[in-house]
T-cell receptor
Framework: AQSVTQLDSQVPVFEEAPVELRCNYS??????LFWYVQYPNQGLQLLLK??????LVKGINGFEAEFNKSQTSFHLRKPSVHISDTAEYFC????????????FGKGTLLTVNP | DTAVSQTPKYLVTQMGNDKSIKCEQN?????MYWYKQDSKKFLKIMFS???????INETVPNRFSPKSPDKAHLNLHINSLELGDSAVYFC????????????????FGAGSRLTVL
């Protein structure tokens, strides 16, 4: 069964600083990987996804993530954050060719301070 | 034009009561889900239906019963509510089915916050 570990529960940064949110996964088969964002009192929305092909994927709002198969990681990065990026970020994994089950990590709260 | 809509948004009730949360999607998706988000923000899948057929049923108490009258609707009924049921319940939907289903992006509703007193 697949699992996801988000190594940091909270990441505080200053506005315009770069940020990296870490995600590692575990699975016995090939996977699809996702990052979702949850703004306060809202549902989740997709930031970006890795299905196949280039290991560097770009998403909305200037975010990008890199799939590293050898390290089983899918870290999320942004070179310069804004106050409006303050939100909970969830890494998620599903297994190829199996089922509809998307497993989420426990989330990382990104707080951008002025 | 809400894609995935849930009602009610807030629900406050006493222990032992029975309550329902409704979900509707107008995206034409084949698959719908219920997720539970606890106070620590942890998201766990509860159920999934594909074209009205139950395909995922995680370890959830029998007090929780999903119902899908058609592929655009997935309701959640909870009997004999307990304090530990307090959470935010999210409905979601995704396109497609079959072996590539894991690649599908989920569209989430805004959530229904259930508080059991």
């Amino acid at each position: 069964a697949q699992s996801v570990t988000q190594l940091d529960s909270q990441v505080p940064v200053f506005e315009e600083a770069p940020v990296e949110l870490r995600c590692n996964y575990s699975s016995s088969v090939s996977v699809y990987l996702f990052w979702y964002v949850q703004y306060p009192n809202q549902g989740l929305q997709l930031l970006l996804k890795y299905l196949s092909g280039s290991t560097l994927v770009k998403g909305i709002n200037g975010f990008e993530a890199e799939f590293n198969k050898s390290q089983t990681s899918f870290h999320l990065r942004k070179p310069s954050v804004h106050i409006s990026d303050t939100a909970e970020y969830f890494c998620a994994v599903s297994e190829r060719g199996s089922n509809y089950k998307l497993t989420f990590g426990k989330g990382t709260l990104l707080t951008v301070n002025p | 034009d809400t894609a995935v809509s849930q009602t009610p948004k807030y629900l406050v009730t006493q222990m032992g009561n029975d309550k329902s949360i409704k979900c509707e999607q107008n995206l034409g998706h084949d698959t719908m889900y219920w997720y539970k988000q606890d106070s620590k923000k942890f998201l766990k899948i509860m159920f999934s239906y594909n074209n009205k057929e139950l395909i995922i049923n995680e370890t959830v108490p029998n007090r929780f019963s999903p119902k899908s009258p058609d592929k655009a609707h997935l309701n959640l009924h909870i009997n004999s509510l307990e304090l530990g049921d307090s959470a935010v319940y999210f409905c979601a939907s995704s396109q497609g089915s079959g072996r590539a289903s894991g690649a599908n992006v989920l569209t989430f509703g805004a959530g229904s916050r259930l508080t059991v007193l």
